[in-house]
Structures are given as C-alpha cells and as structure tokens.
C-alpha cells in the first residue's frame, strides 16, 4: 500500500540565510513519497538564485510580493496538490524520520486534522522552543500556552510529555494538516498577516469536530525569532490585536461578551507594565492593538464560527486544549511555571 503524499512547504521572505542553514536537514528527510516546495514571498536577497543554484530539487513558487506568513501560505498551497501540506518554517532543523510518525498517527483516525511534532530549541536542544514547544492550549481568558513553555517560561525536555495527545492548536513552525481539511476550512485568515493565525485555523477545526494531535515520536528544532524580533512593536500589535480577533471569531457570543471585555482590562495592566519598564512602544502597540480591533468589530463580526454536522457529536464531548484556569494568575500570582503544576483542568 502506498504511503500518502507530503509536500514540505517552506514559505521565505528574504531568508537566504536559513536555507543555507537548515534546508539540508529537511532535503535529508526519510520518507517515500515526499515533495518539497520553497514559496518565496517576494525576496530580494538572492534567495531564489540560490535554490535553483544549489537545490534543483527543490520545488519553487514565487509570489509577486510579501503577502505575510498568511496570505503567502494560501497563495503557495494553492498550487499544490498533496495528500497532507506539512508547512515549515525555514529556521527549523529536523530529524531524518520525523515525517512518518505524524503521519502514521493522522492516518490512524479521520478525524485528526492537523497535528504538530515535539518543537525543541535549535540554540538549546535539550529545552522546548517557545513556538509550540509539546503542543498548544489555551485559558479560559484566551491566553495561548504550551505543554513546556508557560508565557517567557521554557521547561528543559527531561521526557515529561511524551505522551501523545490530542491539544487545541499545533505550532505554525511545524504544522501537518491534510489537505483536504486545509480546503474545508479555507486555509489562514489573511486578517492575522502573522502569529497567532495557526492557533485560529485549529480552533476553527476543532469548531468543526475534527481533532488537533501532538505527536511525541517526531522531533524537530526550531531556531524561532527569525521574522519579526521579541522587541519589535509591530509583533507586539500582531500578538494582541491577533488575540482579540482570535476570541471574538472562535468563541461563542454568550461567552466571548466576558471574556474580550476582561483582556482589555489585563491588557491594560500589560501596558501599565511595559510603561513602568520604559517599553513605551510596546505599550503603544497595545493601544493600536485595541483600537484597530475596535475600529473593525462589526466588520469582523460577520465571519463567525463555522460548526460540522457530520463532526458535531465529537466536538461536543471534546475539551481537549482548554484550560478553564487563567494562566496568568497561576503564573503571575502563584509562581506556577511548569505546565505539569496547573491544576484548573
């Protein structure tokens, strides 16, 4: 029986340095019936030269111009055909067999959608890298965390969660999904430009019955930081400007009317915060962040939840991802910082 295609979907934006780097590691993959495809995003620095230069192999589509992580994805997988989209971020290092475990385990059960392998620091490989880390939940305030990373807090990987499971989002750094669920969903929300889009496709996913897994088996090592710096405002726009409109399309109306309210008043206290530490962009971003979601919440509003009646019986039962503590408070007030220490579940 034949094994399911992949394609390896790498989207670059001037990032030559990374596919020196770390494309070796991923044209090393051992796995059968496997294409790997760079999407190029309008880079000026050679890159493009360079892939056809050195990796002839390499499958390229070139986008006319920087379409963001989100926009540059839908553009690139519309013009591929493959079994499951495995998309890479061009600053990982993987493992030679680090395909077929995630496979196995999604062919195992239809409804599995997307899933997402163990994410370790390139820098640091014995501790999770903040990007996904051993998969991704969410608190019942709407703050994203990891199995392994809570906040700025990474846990060093002593096998602690290798336990394959079922989580709310798979990292966007190394995100397996079949493609005909890419399809039923409509891909990224171009809205979210970057970060935070691939935690909104799971959560709608998941809206829709289908499951979101963290395989253990498959590792991969992730550099991370190689778009938009930690101390960039821009990020710190995308980040909470991402979050309100994550809430607000993903969440139901009853619930979302507490819950978008609450974080603009924690998202105050972040501002207070970074105003106190001098970080006075940042907090300007935060308040950009705020009135861009304000300025378009009714607009924003006519793209809501989308439900699966074939899948509805599962959803229902599932709360698998969901933290119904706030992990703030666990880790701002109880000093909690190892996922394994929250007790809210």
Known sequence: ??????????????????????????????????????????????SV???????????????DQNYGFTGGYNKVLDCIQADYFVLLNSDVEVEQNWIEPVIALMESDDLIAAAAPKILSWQE?????????????????????CRGRIFYEVE????????????????????????????LSGGFDERFFAHMEEIDLCWRLKNMGLKVMYCAESKVYHLGGGTLDAENPFKTFLNFRNNLLLLQ???????????????????????????????????????????NFIRHIFKNS???????????????????????GSVVWDFFVKKVCKFSQLKSW
């Open 249 to 291: 399309k993903n969440l139901w109306l009853r619930k979302s009317v507490f819950v978008i309210p609450m974080r603009f008043v924690l998202d105050f206290v972040t501002m207070l915060r970074f105003i106190s530490e001098g970080k006075r962009k940042d907090a300007a971003a935060i308040s950009k962040a705020h009135r």
């Open 156 to 183: 060093e990987d002593h096998g602690q969660y290798d336990q394959t499971s079922e989580v709310l989002w798979a990292s966007g750094a190394a995100l397996f999904i079949k493609q005909k669920y890419w399809e």
């Open 302 to 324: 006519g793209r809501q939840k989308v439900r699966s009646e074939s899948h509805a019986d599962y959803n229902l039962q599932s709360t698998a991802g969901f933290y119904r």
């Open 125 to 145: 490989k014995n501790k999770f890298e903040h990007a996904g880390a051993a998969g991704g939940f969410i608190d019942t305030f709407g703050y994203p965390f």
């Open 49 to 63: 030269e360079f892939l056809h230069a050195n990796f002839p192999q390499v499958k390229t589509v070139l986008n």
């Open 1 to 46: 029986m034949s094994l399911p295609k992949v394609a390896v979907v790498i989207l670059n934006w001037n990032g030559l340095n990374y596919l020196q780097t770390y494309l070796p590691s991923v044209l090393a993959s051992v796995y059968p019936n496997l294409e790997i495809v760079v999407g190029d995003n309008g880079s000026e620095d050679g």
